[in-house]
């Protein structure tokens, strides 16, 4: 059952383009209740960064992840929330490595 929530996350995070991708990264490493084992202040560096460069809505304003706009973002966290410790950080460890 466990492998299958992650796979589930994983499949959900392939289906992302590259913003949304980001958008979580920054979300995961900003949320203090995702609780990762990895440096959440690199990696949000990392993914500000990377989003930046990407994205002009994100250089030039201030986004609000929790809109409607950004359900799937939302969604995925909320997938992420329902797991076990190891769960989350097998996911985080997924998605930097897709990103890097």
């Known amino acids: 059952m466990e492998e299958n929530k992650v796979n589930n996350v994983i499949n959900i995070i392939k289906d992302m383009n590259i913003?949304?991708?980001l958008r979580l990264g920054i979300c995961l490493s900003k949320s203090d209740w995702a609780?990762?084992?990895y440096n959440k202040t690199e990696m949000y560096d990392k993914f500000d960064t990377m989003l930046k460069e990407v994205d002009e809505e994100y250089r030039t304003t201030l986004i609000n992840f929790g809109?409607?706009?950004?359900f799937i973002i939302n969604f995925t966290m909320a997938?992420?929330?329902e797991m076990e410790q190891d769960e989350r950080n097998k996911v985080a460890l997924y998605l930097v490595n897709n990103l890097y």
Do not use: P
């Open 19 to 21: 913003k949304d991708k």
């Open 35 to 37: 609780n990762i084992l």
């Open 67 to 70: 809109h409607s706009k950004y």
């Open 79 to 81: 997938k992420i929330m």
